[in-house]
């Protein structure tokens, strides 16, 4: 296996952390009404989302599944964030898709119903994202 792909888990958490700060900078934005600065940070928390997939993508290509090595009450902690985490990543992709389609379109007064359900979910998954990363490689990391 090449060196790079033991990166690669450190990489995705950056990768997802830095996703939520420009969601949650991008939602900032546009509460102050600054349609712009909202524009540029969504769509960099897009790109970054893309990236953070292929790089996840090619990790487990390559290392398959890592076991959680956590015990006692964490283990089912860790397994529902896990859960929840991995149905929502699954859900999140047309939501994002279509939100970014309804503001590409113009279609403000849709676009804005549906990012009040995507926003949410997206930082979840994001923040989540991060939060298993820190259990499975670093608070309880593997042999």
Not at 84 to 100: E, G, N, R, S
Request: glycine share 6%.
């Amino acid at each position: 296996m090449a060196d790079y792909i033991s990166y690669l888990p450190h990489l995705n958490a950056c990768l997802n952390g830095t996703s939520a700060v420009l969601l949650f900078t991008g939602y900032t934005f546009i509460r102050s009404r600054n349609v712009i600065a909202h524009r540029a940070c969504q769509i960099a928390a897009l790109v970054i989302s893309l990236l953070f997939l292929a790089s996840y993508l090619t990790y487990h290509y390559n290392h398959g599944a890592t076991r959680f090595q956590g015990t006692g009450l964490v283990r089912p902690i860790y397994f529902t964030i896990l859960t929840t985490h991995t149905i929502l990543a699954m859900v999140i992709v047309p939501l994002v898709i279509l939100t970014f389609y309804r503001a590409f379109r113009g279609d403000f007064l849709r676009h804005r119903r549906i990012a009040r359900i995507t926003l949410p979910l997206w930082l979840y998954v994001s923040v989540t994202g991060v939060i298993i990363y820190l259990m499975l490689y670093q608070i309880y990391p593997h042999g």
